[in-house]
């Protein structure tokens, strides 16, 4: 059974920085592309992230383009999510998960809240 564990959230002012872990089981980590995504309620789940299996080639949404960095590191079945720069709109639920699987076979976690205030 897959199983991925996000942690790292908490609350930041606006400009600061935050680093979110993803530890994953159950599931051959390094045979998948992972991802980061948000969630704002009564939005739809946004991609905000994406990284290839050995971390040779990164995805951004624009909106996060040239403050985020996403990173991996397969012996720990481990990905991250750096965010400097924050601003409130970044404020969310984040979750990881393998965007080139089928939706019936995700298995999202309870996800990390990020919240970006003064």
């Known amino acids: 059974q897959v199983q991925l564990v996000e942690s790292g959230g908490g609350l930041v002012q606006p400009g600061g920085s935050l680093r979110l872990s993803c530890a994953a089981s159950?599931?051959?980590?390094?045979?998948?592309?992972m991802a980061w995504y948000r969630q704002v309620p009564g939005k739809e789940r946004e991609l905000v992230a994406t990284?290839?299996?050995?971390?040779?080639?990164?995805t951004y949404a624009d909106s996060v383009k040239g403050r985020f960095t996403i990173s991996r590191d397969n012996a720990k079945k481990t990905v991250y999510l750096h965010m400097n720069s924050l601003k409130p709109e970044d404020t969310a639920v984040y979750y990881c998960?393998?965007?080139?699987?089928?939706?019936?076979?995700?298995?999202w976690g309870q996800g990390t809240q990020v919240t970006v205030s003064s």
């Open positions: 998960e393998r965007p080139l699987v089928f939706a019936q076979f995700k298995e």
């Open positions: 159950g599931v051959t980590f390094g045979s998948y592309t």
């Open positions: 990284i290839t299996t050995t971390g040779g080639s990164t």
